[in-house]
């Protein structure tokens, strides 16, 4: 037997409500464990900040790398949690025996991804911003009002200018929604099934997602108040949210693509887990 033997031989759709069973049993897990898991969130956030402003796109692949080993560990510790006692903090920085290359090899194809989605959403209004070196300057040396005022200004002038930069952001959101659900469950496959492969990981993860789309919209549906009431609290409330998404991915994952319970209904008993049939990255 290979090491996905907890695979399913095919996904499972859910019910169209299932998102709500995932967001309380993230609850369930993320209690058991609240401090350490939020430490971690916490500690990745503020390193993938200084990384990105001090290293420009070098600290952006760098970025898109400890955000992938951050799901990655998110699921494999919530999985220990479920069947043992709370983890200190350092195990969340443990890797031994992770799918570490394929996990690098998804940081690479997502940051590829992002990037060429930036690229075509800027094509329709790169013309606008093509500002002179002394627009540039005299655009540094203002207020931030004053530069909303100039782009609302030039906009009024331009109503053309406003269509464009509009498509641009259309296309923005359009590509980042599909980045995020070719990817969405690659981490924690890799993390969770070894032998995997990344490219068998996403097309795991697109069926999952697609096959169970009525699942899903519910889902965003209900992490849309989250993330709108997580901005109140800065940091703290990201790295909540950051906590909640990638817990209840986990569960997800048990559920759409497993044979084990996500969670047990005691909260003081481990979870029993079952064997199903072997589901190998050969397969795919």
Same mark, same amino acid.
């Given at each position: %037997?290979?090491?996905?033997?907890?695979? &399913?031989?095919?996904?499972?759709?859910?019910?169209?409500?299932?998102?709500?069973?995932?967001?309380?049993?993230?609850?369930?897990?993320?209690?058991?464990?609240?401090?350490?898991?939020?430490?971690?969130?916490?500690?990745?956030?503020?390193?993938?900040?200084?990384?990105? !402003?001090?290293?420009?796109?070098?600290?952006?692949?760098?970025?898109?790398?400890?955000? $992938?080993?951050?799901?990655?560990?998110? =699921?494999m510790n919530s999985?220990?949690?479920?069947?043992?006692?709370? +983890?200190?903090?350092?195990?969340?920085?443990?890797?031994?025996?992770?799918?570490?290359?394929?996990l690098i090899l998804?940081?690479?194809?997502?940051?590829?991804?992002?990037?060429?989605? @930036?690229?075509?959403? %800027?094509? #329709?209004?790169?013309?606008?911003?093509?500002?002179? #070196?002394?627009?540039?300057?005299?655009?540094?040396? %203002?207020?931030?009002?004053?530069? @909303?005022?100039?782009?609302?200004?030039?906009? $009024?002038? =331009?109503?053309?200018?406003?269509?464009?930069?509009?498509?641009?952001?259309? @296309?923005?959101?359009?590509?980042?929604?599909?980045?995020?659900?070719?990817? !969405?469950?690659?981490?924690?496959?890799?993390?969770?099934?070894?032998?995997?492969?990344?490219?068998?990981?996403?097309?795991?993860?697109? +069926?999952?997602?697609?096959?169970?789309? #009525?699942?899903?919209?519910?889902?965003?549906?209900?992490?849309?108040?989250?993330?709108?009431?997580?901005?109140?609290?800065?940091?703290?409330? !990201?790295?909540?949210? +950051?906590?909640?998404?990638?817990? =209840?991915? !986990?569960?997800?994952?048990?559920?759409?693509?497993?044979?084990?319970?996500?969670?047990?209904?005691?909260?003081?008993? #481990?979870?029993?887990?079952?064997?199903?049939?072997?589901?190998? =990255? &050969?397969?795919?």
């Open positions: %037997m290979s090491e996905n033997n907890h695979l &399913r031989n095919t996904v499972k759709s859910v019910s169209s409500l299932a998102g709500f069973k995932w967001i309380e049993l993230t609850f369930k897990i993320l209690k058991r464990n609240f401090w350490s898991f939020l430490s971690f969130a916490i500690l990745t956030i503020l390193v993938n900040i200084v990384l990105t !402003f001090s290293l420009s796109l070098i600290g952006l692949f760098i970025s898109f790398c400890i955000y $992938i080993f951050f799901c990655a560990s998110i =699921s999985q220990k949690i479920n069947n043992s006692t709370p +983890l200190p903090l350092k195990d969340f920085f443990n890797f031994n025996r992770t799918n570490t290359k394929q998804s940081s690479v194809i997502y940051c590829a991804l992002f990037l060429i989605i @930036i690229i075509i959403a %800027m094509v #329709p209004s790169v013309e606008i911003f093509n500002f002179s #070196p002394e627009q540039l300057t005299a655009l540094q040396q %203002m207020e931030f009002q004053d530069q @909303i005022k100039y782009f609302e200004a030039m906009f $009024i002038e =331009s109503p053309d200018k406003y269509s464009k930069v509009l498509t641009s952001s259309l @296309i923005l959101c359009i590509g980042f929604l599909l980045l995020e659900s070719i990817m !969405f469950f690659v981490p924690t496959l890799l993390a969770l099934n070894p032998s995997l492969n990344v490219f068998s990981a996403i097309k795991l993860s697109m +069926l999952g997602l697609f096959n169970n789309l #009525p699942a899903f919209i519910v889902y965003g549906l209900i992490l849309t108040p989250i993330i709108l009431l997580s901005v109140f609290f800065s940091i703290f409330g !990201f790295a909540l949210f +950051l906590l909640i998404l990638k817990i =209840s991915t !986990f569960i997800a994952y048990q559920e759409i693509f497993t044979e084990n319970n996500p969670i047990s209904s005691d909260d003081n008993k #481990p979870n029993e887990h079952t064997t199903s049939d072997n589901l190998d =990255s &050969r397969d795919f």
